[in-house]
């Protein structure tokens, strides 16, 4: 299915990107989060058009998380988004905890819809 194949495509190249300043602490560091929350944004999308559903902005997305894997993977989706917010919106960065949060649920969001991070690795450590 064409959708699924072009949001894991995204994924990666998004979570790539996410590794990349990770790991350079160089500036643009502080979009870690919200590349984290880009990145699972396009696995869940490519995950839930294989189901047939293509929810239209994040609340419909939390909701088709909770409907197809339970309110545990709607709760991480809307923790990562937040975070993501907090730099997109209110121009705070975030700190390393901040960082190891984002990764940490990306990890456990990922393991609960069963699809592998798109960066080996990366979320772990």
């Known amino acids: 299915m064409p959708e699924r194949a072009l949001h894991l495509a995204a994924a990666q190249g998004t979570a790539r990107l996410a590794a990349t300043l990770d790991g350079t602490r160089a500036d643009g560091s502080e979009w870690v989060p919200t590349l984290v929350f880009y990145a699972v944004i396009h696995i869940s999308e490519a995950l839930l ?6 929810p239209e902005g994040h609340v419909a997305r939390a909701n088709a998380l909770e409907d197809e894997w339970g309110e545990g993977a709607a709760d991480l989706f809307e923790l990562l988004r937040d ?14 905890a901040d960082i190891a949060a984002a ?22 450590g």
């Open 49 to 54: 058009a294989d189901k047939g559903v293509h």
């Open 83 to 96: 975070l993501s917010e907090q730099w997109r919106y209110s121009a705070r960065p975030p700190s390393e």
């Open 103 to 124: 990764k940490d649920w990306a990890l456990q969001l990922t393991s609960t819809i069963a699809h592998p991070w798109p960066v080996v690795g990366f979320l772990v």
